[in-house]
């Protein structure tokens, strides 16, 4: 289907489907006033005298209080279904004064689209857009705005004008940075063209009630701890499942629908470059998800959260597509005006999108603080690299000295009994298979389906094995006492230093995260920033990036980092950022050779001939002491 009759096919469809849900909740109506229905048929029966006997009597009083029973349970749920609060994205709202352009932009392509402009524009760290309503008491109106009156069929023919609630415009902030104007524009406008179906009543009426069916069920997933709680929250559950469930194949049917919809009267807005626009959409995930997971945890790790995420994003999307050579056109495509310069100060909004990032993924908190402060990019490797490797290795160190490892071997030359990679090197290659992993040390030790993912991604990537895969607080540690089998390719040596420093990440998580996360009401925020209206902070972080890591993969990320800081002690390397691997190791203004297979050969075989060879071939000392923190 195309064109007008595209557009009304799909307006129909999600219409009639609208209204197969309404009529299930008009049901639910109806079920619960059968009871009252016949209490009221028993009471006049009895007043008129036709009705009358005992029997009559005891169920006229049957019948009357379980009709009171399920006009009052009746009542509860839909109050609990029409005021809960239904999810939404935590957001950076952009008011229209920081962003008059997009606005502008937004408005004339609603009017292209014959549609409602959206009440408000939002930004989240995510690469997607949507329209999200906000009109929940909860969550307080947007502002009114004039929108056209629907005819049935298209969905959006201009008939009159009246006031009504458009819902949020939500973009992902990546897009903003990476695309150009003009690619925006043709990504936003299917989104845009929703606010039509959007507006429809009956379309309205019934993503409300679905809204509400899915926070009520929230609710009684809480619980309480009395007993009447309970057994008011099961029954509330219970019934709000059952209309779900009774709703579920009408509402996809819907959405489908006013997708359709939305899709065909966008077709006539710039499609050719819309073809061009979404490559750029699988671009910008691809790279904002490796800029989250091998750039930003690192930061969030050690408190401190990198302040412009976005253009961070731009530049290792930049190198990849220098690396890849992706576009033959790519420089002419970046002399194009950029969408963030649709916004007033994009450096203030990158900051506030940056934050919240960290909020979601990681878990961090709300505002900034002693313990967790914002780095620039040009900080980063000595903020972050630097200190995540020297931290590392004095974990290490702590831990061998907590299994009783001397510090050097009987007749070392003096002055070599401080913190070297040697001791590590000789204790995990000395045979002894009475090593074994103590208890204490064992707790923490998960298996991981990603164990080998991020130990080595590229040319001249150490860092790959120096970050692997953190949960959700940035220590990587689990407490699954069953999950031995990450140990199985290591050594006895390697699995109880594993095992120690599992045991010592997770004491220093327990110890780090009562401070770590602080509920965003607790202090006022910037003027630009989160919305704070949206936040429960009972479950943070929301999109936890990365499954905790392996034993190996903790042993592994240690050994790395003891070989980093050995050779920007004693062979003059120096951290650095690479945009799409994180972390990284140069020598001479250069990234060094991979040593991600050395140290795994140490750690699974306990071979430091490859490692050995490489410490050599960079003219790195193993017996020299380095600097730790």
Known sequence: MTGIGGVEMGAQAARSRALAVLRVRSRALGVALLPAAAAV????????????????????WVVSVLALFVLLAAAGVALVVARSRPAVTPTVTVVEESAPDLYRMVRDLADRLDVPAPSAIALTPDCDSWLEDRTHPAHGPPPPVEKHDEDLAGLGGPAHRRSAAAPVLVIGSPFLWWMRVGELRAVLAPVVAGTGPSAHPDIAAARRFIRGLDAAVAVASAGRRDPLSRVACAGLGWASRLLLRSCRGHAAE?????????????QAV???LRIVAQEQVGLAYAGWDRLLTRVALPAWRMGRWPSRLDVGVVAALTELSRRDRLAEGFASRLGERPACDLLEEPGVMDEAVSL?????????????GPDWSPVGWEEYPEEVVDRTWRTDAARLHRVLDALGVRRAVEGAV?????????????????????????PDAGVGLHADAHAEADTGSGPGAPADAAHPPYNAHGTGVGTAPDDEDDLAGTT???AALAAGLSAQLAREEAEARPAGVRAASSAPGPATGPDAALWDDRALPLLPLQPPRTGRE???????????????????????????DGPSLHFD????????????????TGDPGPLRAWLTDLGIRPEKPVRLV
Request: aromatic share 4%; with cysteine; glycine share 12%.
């Open 589 to 604: 203004g250069a990234r060094t050779a991979d040593l991600a297979p050395s140290v795994l050969s140490l750690v699974e």
């Open 270 to 272: 710039d499609y050719g």
């Open 254 to 266: 819907m959405e489908r629908g006013v997708a359709a919809a939305a899709a065909e009267r966008a």
């Open 554 to 580: 903790i042993l592994t990320a240690h050994i790395t980092a003891m070989v980093c800081c050995a050779a920007m002690d004693t062979a003059g390397a120096a951290p650095a950022l690479d945009w799409l």
């Open 414 to 438: 003096p002055g070599t009994d401080g913190p070297t990679l040697a001791r590590v090197l000789d204790h995990l290659t000395t045979p002894d298979a009475a090593i074994t992993a103590t």
């Open 356 to 368: 919240l990032a960290a909020r979601l993924f990681h878990g961090g908190p709300a505002e900034t």
């Open 41 to 60: 048929i028993l009471l006049v029966g009895g007043s008129t005298g036709r009705l009358t006997g005992p029997g009559w009597d005891g169920l006229r």
């Open 492 to 494: 006895a040596r390697g």
